[in-house]
């Protein structure tokens, strides 16, 4: 029985006939030993136990003992803020030698409590965090922010170096051996990254590319590359005469050459940090105690990814909205044990109270128990494996355990007991995301819950067993020995803190002094408007936008920008482009491409089940990431048509403000100009989905607003409510409204490089936009300040804002992507207030394309007219020269009614750089000029007061024709095609006079940039 799973590795024989006859063999050792049932070993329907070793789960790759690390330095609590005394304490000890354990030494806290504003972060090699007496310690995450109180492990994911094909043959789950198509670079220790790729082809044979339904495409189907597993191994062995390396832990699904394989690449940077502990502690999330489902405290209590061979014990942690502890998708060979989740607070649903959340790989959580959860021991997105959850209970359980998401590889449930709840590993389309194959090659071993579901996709079993003998310990025992599973049995005493006598005390006078951090000291000069220009400092912005995201989204990092960008979209537990945005990094890279506009405001739902655009009321509230927070709160009182609880529309949403006052922060330091809209019109009209759970619909909220419900539904399911939300004769209504507006300009309005409009798309009434600014200018009265808006609607709602001397004061910006000329020179002007979204008033979102000459007629007019406003134009088909020729401020050329989709491709145009280059420090001086240029209708001069600089445009035509003469001699050419970005020197003539002809490089556009004594 010693070496009952040594037969193992023949699960790694290549021919289906090898496999299945050692399968045969296995299943029979099993029945034997008592592991299945008599009639589970029959041959006629044998369980199609996956060949994975699960004993390499836990420290140090399973069967490790967790270490005892001394005290180096203690901390006791001061009565206040404890966050950067305990930062500094971490810190410190993260600056001593590693010692020959392999550690620094360990941080104790003395007992009491410890106030924690911020976050704590472990983020060196070596550091124990750890608690004095029997649990006597407690960290207190106060505040409100949705973070994380502990975060262990490097900043950065490991960077792979070049990537090695792994031969042309398949390696079966369970395998730690790999054929590659050469050796070079690789040595035994090295630390590797295998990835298995997620093709078309393997989607397809899956299935995950083909179900039906209402954008079935956006929402069920696996995108290429969305499904990838990647493996964190270490080189144990290389043969150089097969070109195998052997690694230090099994794969967990097969790599197969139909399938893309997979390959092997060295790490090359950002080494995932080791041997870090935290233990003996009591954490605790403040809350709101008025909001029994209060969300805006911490989410989560410990976090750990990019790191290997660390630990948690011993900790309890109490009212966090999500987990207890949650190991990223990059946590390796991590111990979770001993550890309690208990009093959660939040609302019931989807990505709540996931109290043991397991996305990495050789993760052991053993002997964790968790209360009132939604899905305690929970595996995520593709979780590489193998991961085990061992002698583990959940009480009061509201919703089962197990996988969801997609295809979480190699997982053991041994002894796991739901009491309440289910445990399913197994195909659903109903739990988060839809993840269709949310499991793959797991085990479901001696559980008990309510009920236990088991699926798995073909070759991929996941079974479940009741035998009378344990699977992970006889695993362990088979691979190390007998002593092995005894050794990681053994539990440090409750009290394992160093007597306080002994150690070095770390106080308030060991704080470094503050300094401000360069990033905060950096800051542009605020944003003016100049001659109808946007300019900051002294140079003029020109260049594309980003539109925030407004639905869709996902929680896969390699498919996530898909869906775009936005500030305010919220993946728990996941930061980057596309999840939730790391600010700072989006507003450089923002800047770095030449993208200095952004736009933002509210979703039209927080619930990616309705991009299905249903009508439905939920049945439950397992809703899916990623979410769009709305500006308002929820109460924590009654159910939404989503599930989760009824919005207070005159209470705020803390976190979507935090998040939209940070970018607004980052905008005036990196010199950006913000839009912001105070709503979303396309949540009022249209399709009734559209309308269905906005926050303001009377089922949705505990408000008296004075709207109709049920909707007033019209054939087809459309609906059009927004002349009855824009009505401002309605009292309880208009009080909201005000509210809001105050809210909004009291969190935002201090910011300088921030222009607020009523709403994205708006096609609504006069009177609604009239008491906007209204309020707006009551809002400034009483602060003593002005802020800066938007005209973003109608024609006719815009010319009679602007007709009133009053109103027209606070208009920064007039946006005219709502009209334009058509080519006859007719206009297509939608009417607001006609209850119509502006696309369902004319057949193409935004009438015909026009002419070049008609997008400078319309540009030419209003900037004539209000030179001190800048001037933003809908391209209309005509490309951007036009509207900047005319006196423009901004050209849109991406779709304005779009709501996703800016993520991967950046609003660039080759006249973008030329303009950056060449004309930033002087186009705020530069105005249209007729009179000069012959032809005047396609030719166009911009130029300064004293014809210093001039751009003139050239539509067509073999060249460009003078009427008068110019001021200056010697003028520099460049001429610039704006289709291609082409550039070359002009030759120009040492007098410009009345008649000269200018050849252009040949008859297309051309536009050529002149300066008065100047070179290129």
Known sequence: MKAMFAPLPCFALSTPLLRALSFLVLTMVLAAEGFISPLQAQPSSPPALPAIDFSHAGYGGGGVPLPAVPAVLQVRPTGHDDTRLLQAALDQVARLPVQPNGFRGALQLAAGRFLVSGQLLLRADGVVLRGSGNQATTLVATGQDRRSLLQVGHPQAPEPGTAVNILDKTVPAGSRTFPLEHLQGLRPGDRVIITRPSTKAWITSLGMDTLKGTFADLQFHWPAGSRNLVWDRTIETIDPATRQITVDAPITTALEPRFGAGTVAKITAHAPLQRIGIENLVLESEFSAQNPKDEEHAWFAISLDQVQDAWVRGITARRFVSSAVRVGPRGRRITVEDCRSEQPVSEVGGYRRHSFLVEGQQVLVQRCTANAGFNDFAIGFTAAGPNVFLNCTATNALGP?????????????????????????????????????????????????????????????????????????????????????????????????????????????????????????????????????????????????????????????????????????????????????????????????????????????????????????????????????????????????????????????????????????????????????????????????????????????????????????????????????????????????????????????????????????????????????????????????????????????????????????????????????????????????????????????????????????????????????????????????????????????????AGHGQGRTVDRHPLDLFVQQHLAETLMQMQPQDGVLAHGAQNWLLADQHQGTMLLSSLAGPEILFSQKLPKNRYTGLWFNPQTGETQPAAVPARLRKGTKLPKPTHDHWLLLLKAGSSF
């Open 401 to 897: 355990s197990g996988s969801f998401e997609s295809w979480a590889s190699g997982v053991l449930y041994e002894n796991v007991r739901v009491e309440g709840a289910g445990l399913r590993l197994t195909y659903d389309l109903a739990r988060a995301q839809a993840g269709g194959w949310t499991v793959a090659n797991s085990v479901v071993w001696n559980c008990t819950a309510q009920d236990i579901l088991t699926q798995g996709a073909p070759d991929a079993p996941v079974v479940a067993v009741t035998s009378p003998a344990p699977l992970y310990s006889r695993q362990l025992a088979a691979r190390l020995g007998p002593k092995a599973a005894a050794l990681v049995q053994i539990r440090e005493p409750a009290d394992a803190a160093t007597p306080e006598t002994f150690l070095k005390e770390f106080t308030t006078q060991d704080l470094p002094a503050v300094s401000e951090p360069a990033e905060q000291a950096k800051a542009a000069a605020p944003l003016q408007i100049v001659n109808g220009r946007f300019v900051v400092g002294t140079k003029t912005l020109w260049g594309g936008a980003v539109n925030d995201a407004w639905w869709l989204g996902q929680t896969s990092p390699e498919n996530a920008l898909d869906a775009g960008l936005s500030i305010t979209r919220y993946v728990p537990g996941r930061v980057g482009p596309g999840l939730t945005e790391d600010l700072p990094a989006l507003a450089k890279r923002v800047v770095a491409q030449g993208t200095p506009f952004y736009q933002s405001g509210p979703a039209i739902w927080y619930d990616r089940r309705r991009d299905d655009h249903s009508i439905v009321e939920r049945p439950d509230a397992n809703v899916w990431a990623a979410f769009y927070e709305l500006p308002w709160a929820r109460s924590g009182q009654g159910k939404a048509w989503d599930g989760l609880s009824l919005y207070d529309v005159r209470t705020y949403n803390p976190w979507y403000f935090a998040r939209t006052r940070e970018f607004a922060r980052l905008s005036d330091q990196e010199g950006l100009v913000l839009y912001h809209h105070l709503y979303n019109n396309h949540n009022l009209l249209e399709t009734a989905s559209h309308w269905v759970d906005f926050p303001w619909r009377p089922v949705n909220n505990l408000n008296q607003t004075g709207l109709p419900e049920p909707p007033p539904l019209e054939p087809r399911n459309r609906i059009h409510v927004a002349n009855q939300f824009y009505d401002v004769t309605n009292p309880q209504l208009r009080e909201l409204h005000r509210a809001y507006i105050f809210h909004v300009l009291d969190q935002l309005g201090a910011f300088q490089n921030i222009i607020f409009g009523l709403s994205f798309q708006y096609s609504g009434p006069v009177a609604f936009q009239r008491f906007f600014q209204e309020t707006v200018a009551e809002w400034e009265r009483k602060n003593n300040r002005q802020v800066r808006l938007v005209l973003d609607t109608s024609k006719g709602v815009t010319d009679a804002i602007l007709a009133d001397p009053e109103l027209a004061r606070q208009v920064a910006v007039i946006d005219m992507r709502y009209w334009h000329y058509l080519p006859d020179g007719t206009l297509w002007a939608p009417e607001g207030g006609k209850n119509r979204a502006f696309r369902e008033m004319h057949p193409k979102e935004f009438g015909d394309p026009t002419t070049p000459e008609q997008v400078y007629r319309q540009v030419r007019e209003y900037h004539a007219q209000y030179p001190d406003k800048a001037i933003v134009a809908w391209h209309s088909g005509a490309g951007p020269v036009p509207a900047l020729m005319a006196g423009g401020a901004q050209v849109l050329l991406r779709n304005p009614t």
